[in-house]
Structure formats: structure tokens, C-alpha cells
């Protein structure tokens, strides 16, 4: 352990998550470490929603993960700017931001593990309800990803209309371009039906053709779904086995390659070679 002289004197904001103003009820979702030394600042959003979503069930997650991307770049960009100002501009009027506190870190990555430990992430000891099938499988692919060090490279909610036509609902997960492909993941759980299948499925065509007009380049959709054996405790196996198939059958006819959680290491180590981190 490091003694206090050799810490680093830092400062840090709280994020909270406020739906209702008047009510004046919160969740903590992230953490603001700035240096004060050389400036440098990090921020960091949870990875689990259950807090948020026990809240506010109507709660846009994806425009809080959002939300943690533009702060992130607005931050690199402005490592001097005022912060009150970058938060207003980066951030909705339902989140908020505490009052700075005196901290000392070993690092300012030791220092964010260990405030998102204390103030954000859930104690052990708290029963939380289980994620749903695709949140979870979106959980897993932002974890590897971001041990791979490529997160942050990544394009996040890509809007299919871009590429197919106004109005088009869908927004894929995460996607990047390392050469003249470009490679997409959507996270598709098999769990609760094959509706998720049958969309994805509906919409390759489209946006494959749409990549190649919009990018001039090739496009190769990955559908990341839980494994087989996940689904055997929420129904009769035989029955349940027969409809995963059919989801898989059905987004390899339409040329979606179809990998699972387990196979998410091997995603994130091939997405760092290719983008040279």
C-alpha cells in the first residue's frame, strides 16, 4: 500500500440519476477524477442498470451510456475546461452532479475502481433482480471490449437509418472499421423468443446494402447470443433448444454470423489487433 505522501491529490464529482426533481430521489451512476496536479480527468458510468431501472423503469440507458461517451470526449478535449460548463452541455437535465470532495489515489485508475466501488456499484450483499437476456449479453460485450482497450474506439447505438431509411428503428450495439470491412455486433438473446432474431434478420439485407452505398465497404454482422445451456431453466429444454435453433438457422440464412457470450474474449482480442491498440 502506498503511503498518503506518495498519493495523488485529486478531486471528485458524483453523478446521480434523478427522474423526478420534485420527488428528489437518486441513484448514483458514475464518477467524476479529476487531478489536480496535471488536470487529468476520468469518468466512468455503471455498467449495471438494475439501480436505475428499479427507479425509473422507463429510463433511457442507452442515452446514459451515450452520455458517458460525449463526456468522456469533451473531457479529453477540454482537459482545462471549466466542468460545469461540460457537464451541462454533455449531460440531460435528469442526471446531476455533486458538489467536488478532496481525495487522495494511488492512480487515477485505482482511484475510479475504487470510488465506483464505494458510491455506485451495488454491495455485494444487495439482492438485485437478474438482468434480462439481452442486457446482460450487452453487459458482457462492454466488459471484454473494454478489456481489450478498445471501447473507447468503438462506435456505440449505430442508427440503421443511416443506412437504410429514415424511420428504421434499430441502432446496433457496437461496430468498428479496421480496413475496408466493417464489422457490427448486436447483442440478441434467444431467451424471451425469436423476435430479436427475426428483426436483426429482417434488417441485414438492408443495412448490408446500405453500408456498401454509404461506406464503400463490406459488412459483416455479428449476432451475440447466450449460450444454449442458459436457456434449459426457464422452460422445458426440448422445446426451448428447438426455438434457439431456429433463431440461429434463422440469422445465418440471412448471413449474420452468430457467435455467444462465450466467444466474446476471442472478439475483443481480434478487435485490438486490428485497431493496434
Not at 91 to 113: H, I, N
Not at 153 to 178: E, F, H
Amino acid at each position: 500500500m502506498s503511503s498518503e505522501g506518495q498519493r495523488r491529490a485529486c478531486v471528485y464529482h458524483l453523478l446521480r440519476y434523478v427522474p423526478d426533481a420534485v420527488r428528489n430521489e437518486y441513484v448514483h451512476v458514475g464518477v467524476i477524477l479529476r487531478e489536480q496536479e496535471s488536470g487529468r480527468s476520468e469518468v466512468r458510468f455503471t455498467r449495471d442498470w438494475r439501480r436505475v431501472r428499479c427507479l425509473d423503469p422507463d429510463a433511457d440507458t442507452d442515452l446514459l451510456e451515450g452520455m458517458e461517451d460525449e463526456l468522456r470526449r469533451r473531457l479529453q478535449e477540454e482537459p482545462e475546461g471549466n466542468l460545469m460548463r461540460l457537464l451541462q452541455e454533455s449531460l440531460s437535465l435528469s442526471v446531476q452532479m455533486t458538489e467536488s470532495k478532496a481525495y487522495l489515489a494511488e492512480s487515477l485508475p485505482a482511484g475510479m475502481e475504487e470510488l465506483m466501488r464505494l458510491y455506485v456499484e451495488p454491495a455485494p450483499r444487495v439482492r438485485m433482480p437478474r438482468l434480462s437476456g439481452r442486457a446482460q449479453i450487452q453487459m458482457r460485450m462492454r466488459t471484454e471490449f473494454e478489456h481489450a482497450g478498445v471501447w473507447d474506439l468503438m462506435r456505440k447505438r449505430i442508427a440503421a437509418s443511416q443506412y437504410t431509411r429514415p424511420g428504421d428503428p434499430l441502432r446496433i450495439d457496437v461496430g468498428y472499421r479496421p480496413n475496408g470491412v466493417i464489422r457490427m455486433f448486436h447483442a440478441v438473446s434467444l431467451e424471451p423468443g425469436m423476435e430479436m432474431a427475426k428483426v436483426l434478420a429482417f434488417s441485414a439485407a438492408g443495412l448490408r446494402a446500405g453500408v456498401e452505398r454509404v461506406e464503400k465497404a463490406e459488412l459483416e454482422l455479428t449476432a451475440i447470443i447466450e449460450p444454449a445451456a442458459r436457456l434449459s431453466a426457464t422452460a422445458e429444454q426440448a422445446e426451448q433448444l428447438q426455438q434457439y435453433r431456429f433463431g440461429v438457422e434463422t440469422m445465418e440464412e440471412h448471413q449474420i454470423r452468430v457467435l455467444t457470450t462465450a466467444d466474446l474474449a476471442r472478439v475483443a482480442e481480434t478487435a485490438r489487433r486490428e485497431l493496434h491498440v
